[in-house]
């Protein structure tokens, strides 16, 4: 199995940038899909993006054309590159693990505030 931990996570004001970060660790990462997903503060958590093994990328459509997801399979990390920031990104991010069915945990998150 692989643990992940996230990173990168800060204050920004609207229209600024971020660039998180999913470390991973304890199996051969470059097998893994990762996703990423976030909650607000009384939202239920939501999909933001993914990356599968083979490097391809899905994002939702709520940030589709401002975030960008990448993977170094030699630094065992996955990125989220979120640029054009709004208020409304303001969440915890995190980031899990996927193989077939296989599920991996969630980390403890990153926090992401947007504000002025």
């Known amino acids: 199995q692989v643990q992940l931990v996230e990173s990168g996570g800060g204050l920004v004001q609207p229209g600024g940038s971020l660039r998180l970060s999913c470390a991973a660790s304890?199996?051969?990462?470059?097998?893994?899909?990762i996703n990423w997903y976030r909650q607000a503060l009384g939202k239920q958590r939501e999909f933001v993006a993914d990356i599968t093994s083979g490097g391809s990328a899905n994002y939702a459509d709520s940030v589709k054309g401002r975030f960008t997801i990448s993977r170094d399979n030699a630094k065992n990390t996955v990125y989220l590159q979120m640029n054009s920031l709004k208020p409304e990104d303001t969440a915890v991010y995190y980031c899990r693990a996927a193989r077939g069915s296989w599920l991996g945990s969630w980390g403890q998150g990153t926090q992401v505030t947007v504000s002025s």
């Open positions: 304890g199996s051969i990462f470059s097998l893994y899909a």
